[in-house]
């Protein structure tokens, strides 16, 4: 028991570092005039395939740079190399989350005076994202339909802490064991002022809707 | 750096903390005869679906038990009750995978005297659950085809750890944007001998394949 009160101890002090760090960062972004996004999903709900969908759609009104989080590969930089945006990948080293002191790091690899936008995709992981702030504006929850619809209840921090939640693959709703009203009504309880965007990122359902969401968010923060 | 240095050094006490609670577990169910299985896979992809598929067919031969870990809800724990087999909820308050310390508490609720597996569904996570030992004998990696081929390299330790590997949803192979010639390319890379078994809870395939792999691994651990 003692051990365990002192990894409390530890783990709120790691909280409260990671949360000064992050506002500092949040200071810097807003003097800076950039908006950052925190997508957070589990593996494989289709985070880099909406950066692939999203990067284009964006990049010519606005000057774009991705932070990838990984445990240890390049895969998804590598993925996003062909649109010649800024790129600085995070190796966590096994770390299940991003930190803000990582986000630090990353930001010394990009040019702050020249961007209206980061999209942090976060390591694939619902929980401890969910946990740290690392200075975004506001945090993206991303799941997908074979997932399951229980998945809001069973994770509730992320999609109370959201701004945002899209609900990827709506293609395969008809093969999944999602029921799309126990889904609402879960949101309903955690967090009724939810934004929800449904989403095809395969067959570019929804896209239109993310990027006027995006667009109207980094509008209001370059006026302010 | 020295803040850096100073987590990794607390992280490194809690593994060695906890892989010690992890043997004492290994000894106790070696001498109660008890098969114990850690079932880690990302959000979703059909680990209490597999547990509801597996139970009725073992439930006749062996004496099963479930370990449930999630994160603050009992919602998995209640899938599982319709089958009169004892249940062991572990509410992690948060953290995103099972410790030692946690089945250890677990097991004071269940009378290992009258067991022979301990099936352990850990959270739904593929980076933390990989590194804790919780004594088991052996870790299954969980994946399902709409995560993506890429989840082998992308979390290479889970499936280093791993003694068996399940590649769930091939109902959905089709839809999903899943290369199977380069899913078992990268597991070649990773873990060359690890057994695979593709699998649909959904339709019941592959299942007679892992409730033979399961009945042999009891049948050995029992007869040694």
Redesign the interface.
């Known amino acids: 028991m003692a051990?365990?009160k002192m990894?409390i101890k530890?783990m709120q002090n790691?909280l409260a570092?990671n949360d000064s760090k992050a506002a500092e960062l949040r200071d810097l972004l807003q003097r800076k005039n950039i908006f950052m996004l925190n997508l957070i999903s589990?593996?494989?709900?289709g985070k880099t395939?909406l950066l692939e969908k999203t990067i284009p759609l964006l990049q010519d009104k606005f000057k774009v740079a991705i932070i990838e989080g990984?445990?240890?590969?390049d895969?998804?930089a590598q993925r996003l190399e062909q649109f010649k945006v800024p790129v600085a990948l995070i190796n966590t080293s096994?770390?299940?989350h991003l930190e803000s002191?990582s986000i630090e790091k990353a930001f010394t690899s990009l040019d702050l005076d020249n961007l209206d936008l980061i999209i942090v995709e976060n390591?694939?992981?619902?929980?401890?994202p969910a946990?740290f702030d690392i200075g975004e504006d506001a945090k993206i929850a991303l799941l997908?339909t074979?997932?399951?619809d229980?998945?809001v209840?069973?994770?509730?921090?992320l999609f109370r802490e959201a701004t945002l939640a899209i609900l990827n693959?709506i293609?395969?709703l008809e093969?999944?064991?999602f029921d799309m009203q126990a889904f609402y009504a879960d949101l309903q309880k955690i967090n009724a002022s939810l934004d929800v965007i449904e989403m095809s990122c395969?067959n570019n359902v929804g896209l239109d809707l993310w990027i006027n969401w995006v667009e109207k968010k980094i509008l209001l923060k370059i006026a302010h």
Chains 1, 2 share one sequence.
């Open positions: 051990r365990q990894q530890i790691v570092a589990s593996p494989g709900s395939t990984d445990v240890e590969t895969r998804d096994g770390a299940c002191v390591v694939g992981n619902l929980v401890c946990e997908s074979p997932e399951g229980d998945k209840i069973k994770y509730p921090l693959k293609d395969l093969h999944a064991n395969k």
